[in-house]
């Protein structure tokens, strides 16, 4: 698994951005605030939760934040039915908008399953490196660049 640096990178994260930006757009014109508030507040939880699991520092934590963001995906999806049986989005527009739910749903799945099953355990356990440490990686650096042939200061 390639290392993330930032939640940003995270593919099932921007996925969940564009759902948050297209579910926005579609219901802005629709008049009863309570169903559209709570739509966005969902939707809005999916892309939150990636990332505050992201920044939470432990594996354990990350998958907590990702199954809330996964249950959050499911709950977008059952107000969009609500939403195209009340008549506030067609069924072009419900197609579109639970297919990319749907997607948002699957990539969190699929990373919490290659996160379950990775070594890593997460910043909050990770060593911090001494002085000393960085100092024998900085000469362990140099060794190698004088064994390779290249010229150090």
Do not use: H, P
């Not at 579609?26 to 966005?40: C, L, M, P, V, W």
């Amino acid at each position: 698994m390639a290392t993330v640096k930032q939640f940003e990178d995270l593919l099932c994260w921007q996925k969940s951005r564009l759902l948050v930006k297209e579910i926005y757009l579609s219901f802005k014109n629709i008049a009863d605030r309570g169903f559209t508030d709570q739509i966005q507040r969902a939707t809005v939880s999916v892309m939150s939760n990636i990332a505050e699991g992201f920044e939470s520092g432990t594996k354990q934590g990350f998958l907590n934040y990702l199954y809330i963001a996964k249950a959050s995906a499911g709950e977008v999806r059952a107000q969009l039915y609500a939403a195209s049986d009340i008549g506030y989005i067609n069924i072009e527009k419900f197609k579109y908008l639970n297919a990319l739910a749907v997607e948002c749903s699957r990539l969190v799945a699929s990373f919490i399953k290659a996160l379950k099953s990775s070594e890593l355990t997460g910043l909050q356990y990770k060593k911090e490196k001494t002085k000393k440490d960085l100092g024998q990686e900085e000469w362990d650096k140099k060794l190698r660049d004088i064994i390779a042939g290249k010229r150090t200061s």
